[in-house]
T-cell receptor
Framework: NAGVTQTPKFQVLKTGQSMTLQCAQD?????MYWYRQDPGMGLRLIYY???????DKGEVPNGYNVSRLNKREFSLRLESAAPSQTSVYFC??????????????FGSGTRLTVV | QQPVQSPQAVILREGEDAVINCSSS?????VHWYRQKHGEAPVFLMI?????EQKGHEKISASFNEKKQQSSLYLTASQLSYSGTYFC??????????FGTGTSLTVIP
């Protein structure tokens, strides 16, 4: 019953460093998402993957790249971290992209600080 | 595109009721409700599809008025465990999904 697993849970980066956030789900969901959460701004979509082999930009994609490695795994990469990317990052999955009857299952989050 | 939630914050005593509203400027296909406790991930509560249905989850229920493009979450006889931030998420008829900015709910003894 793992659901959605994210690693790492915490990370501190220096400006300009790169890193990859990992996400894996074991619910056989087709769609996966990366959100960032900032105080007072709710959850904003960075990138999503409707199904294995496809990825698309969300509301705030600048500075990020993603890879849908297989049906289970969806990673988020910061190529050159900036202080504006300090945030809490959540991975989520759902059975299908057009959410309709299906809610999101979220991972536990990654707290990223860029100094 | 982002739905607007009201109020932004509310403090209740145990046993009191609360209503959280979610309003969109776009025609909606569905509304989701999530609860997030401090330092944790959001947890899915319920989905409402267009048609004005009302759903319930323990003592938490919700309604969806598609004509007004609004949804309301009702918490009755609140418990300490209800504390957290509540988010609505709206899927519009263009298949776009957005989360609201959240409503902080604090239940005190």
């Amino acid at each position: 019953n793992a659901g959605v697993t994210q690693t790492p849970k915490f990370q501190v980066l220096k400006t300009g460093q790169s890193m990859t956030l990992q996400c894996a789900q074991d619910m056989n969901h087709n769609s996966m998402y990366w959100y960032r959460q900032d105080p007072g701004m709710g959850l904003r979509l960075i990138y999503y993957s409707a199904s294995e082999g496809t990825t698309d930009k969300g509301e705030v994609p600048n500075g990020y790249n993603v890879s849908r490695l297989n049906k289970r795994e969806f990673s988020l990469r910061l190529e050159s971290a900036a202080p504006s990317q300090t945030s809490v990052y959540f991975c989520a999955s759902s059975a299908r992209l057009v959410v309709g009857n299906y809610g999101y299952t979220f991972g536990s989050g990654t707290r990223l600080t860029v100094v | 595109q982002q739905p607007v939630q009201s109020p932004q914050a509310v403090i209740l005593r145990e046993g009191e009721d609360a209503v959280i509203n979610c309003s969109s400027s776009k025609a909606l296909y569905s509304v989701h409700w999530y609860r997030q406790k401090h330092g944790e991930a959001p947890v899915f509560l319920m989905i409402l599809l267009k048609g004005g249905e009302q759903k319930g989850h323990e003592k938490i229920s919700a309604s969806f008025n598609e004509k007004k493009q609004q949804s309301s979450l009702y918490l009755t006889a609140s418990q300490l465990s209800y504390s957290g931030t509540y988010f609505c998420g709206t899927e519009n008829t263009g298949n776009q999904f957005y989360f609201g900015t959240g409503t902080s709910l604090t239940v005190i003894p």
